[in-house]
Structure formats: C-alpha cells, structure tokens
C-alpha cells in the first residue's frame, strides 16, 4: 500500500486535476544549472522554444475578424517562426555540457528537421488554391469554397501535415528522441522545475 502511488488519471474527476498538480509542482521546484553548464545558454533555450510556439499564435485566425495581426505573407512567417525551435532544443542539449543532453539535442533536432520538410510542402497546395500566403485570405477562402480537406489533394496534404505534426512535438508513435530507456530524458536532462516544464508548455 506504500508504494501505491495513485496515477494520472485517478486525481480528481476523471484525473482532469493532474495538470494543476503538475504545474503546481513545477513552479515550486528549485531551478537548478550544473556547475559546467554555459549557464546562459542554458537559461535562455527553454524561453527560444517557448517564444517560438508562442509567436505562431500571432497570425493564426481563430474566427472571422478575429486574428492577431493579418500579415500578408503569414504562412511564411508561420514556418519561419516556427522553425526556432530546433534551435532551442540544440542549445538546450549543448549549454548542459553533458554528451547525453547533447546526443538527445541531436535526435531530437534531426527528427525536428527531417520532418519539417514534408510539413512545409504540405502547405503548398493550400497556398495555391487560395492564391495568396495570407492566413486570413486562406481562411475566408475556406469559408467562400469549403474546406481544403475535402478535395483528394487537400486529404493528402492533411495526412502529411497531421503525420509531421505529430512527429514534431515528440506523440507516439514519434517519441524516440527523449526515449527515457535508452539516453536518460533527452536534451532536457539538465533542466528542472519551470525550465524543465517551458518545454513540455511549447510543446
């Protein structure tokens, strides 16, 4: 009965409370940074990462009238932001100065990169049909013709892009570059307390 722990799914109703205690546990953890470390570097990696998630948002339309800011080429924005990220992780794996943090960085980019090829080229057909790089045009082009998805080019390119997707914030079955069993946790090996949670937060 001791070592009994109750599990995610049981703390509150339906385990929706796991979360909470989570964060909760997260923010009144020590932040620590090895005494090796480039402790800047090492600071500053899970905030890039965090950043970038966070400045896709900008151009991305949640209703009609309701964006952020339209920017005429905002699907190129939206890649270029979004393609940060891989920086962050490579610093974070570097700055630990540990060769697991580094070689988890490494797996962890590689997959980051080697996917984000099909992800762009997913978007092209999109971009064509709506005649513009405008995430708003794009979106009042869905509203005018329906959504992109039910065409046999646009069902393709949803798969690819849900596939890559997945692939980039690390799902299953794409969860190999933190694989826990074999190179302890991946770039994030060094990091603890809200650090450790900025990467768990963009992703």
């Known amino acids: 009965r001791f070592q009994d722990r109750i599990g995610p799914n049981r703390v509150g109703p339906l385990g929706l409370l796991q979360p909470i205690a989570d964060a909760i546990k997260l923010i009144t953890k020590e932040n620590t940074v090895p005494r090796s470390a480039d402790r800047i570097v090492h ?20 209703a009609v009238g309701l964006v952020p800011v339209d920017l ?27 060769k697991y943090s580094l070689l988890g960085a490494m797996r962890a980019v590689a997959q980051l990169v080697s996917y984000e090829a099909p992800q762009v080229l997913a978007t092209i057909p999109v971009a064509l049909w709506a ?47 933190e694989a ?13 307390g809200m650090r450790f949670g900025l990467f768990f937060l963009a992703q």
Do not use: K
């Open 180 to 192: 826990e069993s074999e190179i302890i946790a991946g770039y994030h090996t060094e990091y603890s």
């Open 131 to 177: 005649g513009s790089l405008s995430l708003v045009t794009i979106f009042d082009r869905q509203l005018e013709f329906g959504w992109n998805v039910f065409s046999p080019p646009g069902l393709l390119a949803f798969a690819i892009f849900l596939i890559a997707g997945v692939a980039e914030v690390n799902r299953t079955p794409f969860d190999l570059p």
């Open 72 to 98: 005429p080429s905002g699907l190129v924005y939206l890649i270029a932001v979004s393609s940060l990220t891989p920086l962050g992780i490579f610093l974070a794996g570097w700055s630990s100065r540990n």
């Open 43 to 62: 600071v500053l990696a899970p905030i890039l990462v965090l950043t970038s998630a966070f400045l896709v948002m900008a151009v991305v339309p949640f």
